[in-house]
C-alpha cells in the first residue's frame, strides 16, 4: 500500500501566551512567523513558524471552551497534535474509518491557510492526536 502521507505538514504546540512563545522561538532559534490567523470555529489563535517544508504551530485559546483550551486545563502546555500532509484529505479520513479507526471529524473542513482537513481520535493513534492536511496551494 502507497503511503496517504506526503510530509509532517506541522508539530502543534499548545501554549497559554502565544506572544511570549513567538518570542522564545524567535529569540532562541532565530525563528519567524510566516502565518497567523484566527481559526473562529476551533477557537484558537495560531502562529506558524516554517522549519523547512513543514511548521511549527502555535496555538493558544481564544475562547474557554475550545479543546486547545480544554486541553491546557488538563495538560498544560506542550505537544497538543502532528499535522501529516495528505494529497486528499477525504480518501485519507475514509481509509482511517474503513480500518475501524475514530475520527473527530466525519468528513473533512475547512483549516487555516486555506487547507481542507480532518481530525484522527487519539485513540485511535496510539495517544497522538492526529491531524489530515491537504494543501491545494
Same mark, same amino acid.
Given at each position: 500500500?502507497?503511503?496517504?502521507?506526503?510530509? #509532517?505538514?506541522?508539530?502543534? #504546540?499548545?501554549?497559554?501566551?502565544?506572544?511570549?512563545?513567538?518570542?522564545?522561538?524567535?529569540?532562541?532559534?532565530?525563528?519567524?512567523?510566516?502565518?497567523?490567523?484566527?481559526?473562529?470555529?476551533?477557537?484558537?489563535?495560531?502562529?506558524?513558524?516554517?522549519?523547512?517544508?513543514?511548521?511549527?504551530?502555535?496555538?493558544?485559546?481564544?475562547?474557554?471552551?475550545?479543546?486547545?483550551?480544554?486541553?491546557?486545563?488538563?495538560?498544560?502546555?506542550?505537544?497538543?497534535?502532528?499535522?501529516?500532509?495528505?494529497?486528499?484529505?477525504?480518501?485519507?479520513?475514509?481509509?482511517?474509518?474503513?480500518?475501524?479507526?475514530?475520527?473527530?471529524?466525519?468528513?473533512?473542513?475547512?483549516?487555516?491557510?486555506?487547507?481542507?482537513?480532518?481530525?484522527?481520535?487519539?485513540?485511535?493513534?496510539?495517544?497522538?492526536? #492526529?491531524?489530515?492536511?491537504?494543501?491545494?496551494?
Amino acid at each position: 500500500m502507497e503511503s496517504l502521507f506526503s510530509e #509532517i505538514d506541522h508539530v502543534a #504546540i499548545a501554549v497559554h501566551d502565544l506572544e511570549a512563545a513567538i518570542a522564545w522561538y524567535e529569540e532562541v532559534f532565530g525563528a519567524t512567523v510566516e502565518h497567523r490567523e484566527v481559526v473562529e470555529s476551533d477557537g484558537v489563535a495560531e502562529a506558524l513558524l516554517r522549519v523547512a517544508d513543514s511548521y511549527i504551530q502555535l496555538l493558544t485559546p481564544t475562547r474557554d471552551d475550545s479543546p486547545v483550551a480544554k486541553y491546557l486545563a488538563k495538560r498544560g502546555e506542550g505537544l497538543h497534535h502532528v499535522g501529516y500532509r495528505v494529497r486528499d484529505c477525504a480518501v485519507a479520513l475514509e481509509s482511517v474509518k474503513a480500518s475501524g479507526g475514530r475520527v473527530i471529524d466525519q468528513a473533512p473542513r475547512p483549516g487555516s491557510r486555506g487547507t481542507t482537513v480532518a481530525f484522527i481520535h487519539p485513540a485511535t493513534s496510539f495517544g497522538t492526536l #492526529i491531524e489530515l492536511v491537504e494543501d491545494s496551494h
